[in-house]
């Protein structure tokens, strides 16, 4: 099968991520979607606001409810404190030889993949599904799959998704401060964050206005 792997940190998981995992599966022909959160990564005690990985893991488990092709890993969840792409994609490799594995990322990851640890053993693992994101436009992206392409004998496609100018880092900021994030992510997630109190920082308890109104509506 092909199986394409849309990884992240997910704090929270938005429709940025699930489109790019449909449109990935419908326009490379993809048999399944596995949806890999990572780890929790080994600086979170400094991180200001972010939930913990049972919580990302729920929030990817509502979010993909009901789509029969998409699926969670929990590979880089359970099995490893800090996970590296590389030995993901071999451990990957090695258990399901019968597959060919697909990378999804956006334009930020592709114009850092060199930082990534060991990030050479990535390419001859997988082909590498990557989406235009924020300032990065369908020249730059062109040009940064033809030099890592040519650099390291890459397999790099454009992924063309809907260009969504939203983030997790975002999400978190907006609700932080009482303000709505609806539509910015699955209902059922956005519920679950508002139940759980996710990234509150102490400075509003107050839902957003067009959620004080939207409960007020009997028609
Ligand atoms: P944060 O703001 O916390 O970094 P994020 O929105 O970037 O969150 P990640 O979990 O870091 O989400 O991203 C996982 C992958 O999804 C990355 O490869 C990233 O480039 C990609 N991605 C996330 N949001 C978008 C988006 N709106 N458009 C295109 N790619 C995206
Ligand atoms: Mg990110």
Request: proline share 5%; glycine share 6%.
């Amino acid at each position: 099968m092909k199986i394409g792997i849309m990884g992240g940190t997910f704090d929270p998981i938005h429709i940025g991520h699930l489109l790019l995992g449909e449109f990935a599966y419908e326009d490379f022909g993809l048999d399944e979607i596995w949806f890999l959160p990572n780890g929790n990564p080994p600086h979170k005690d400094s991180r200001a606001v972010g939930e913990d990985i049972e919580e990302r893991v729920e929030m990817v488990r509502l979010a993909i409810h009901g789509v029969p092709y998409f699926r969670l890993s929990l590979y880089e969840a359970t099995e490893h404190k800090e996970s590296y792409t590389y030995q993901t994609m071999a451990y990957f490799k090695e258990t399901y030889p019968e597959h060919d594995f697909y990378f999804i990322l956006g334009a930020d990851s592709l114009f850092s993949i060199e930082k990534w640890k060991y990030f050479r053993e990535i390419f001859p693992s997988c082909t590498i599904l990557a989406a235009m994101r924020d300032d990065k436009d369908q020249e730059d992206m062109e040009r940064q799959i033809q030099y890592l392409t040519e650099k390291y004998e890459a397999k790099i496609a454009l992924l063309k998704a809907p260009l969504l100018e939203i983030s997790s880092t975002t999400i978190r900021e907006r609700a932080a401060k009482g303000l709505t994030v609806r539509y910015m992510l699955p209902d059922l997630v956005a519920k679950y964050i508002r139940e759980k109190g996710f990234y509150k920082n102490g400075e509003s308890e107050n839902p957003g206005k067009a959620e004080k109104i939207a409960e007020k509506r009997t028609i």
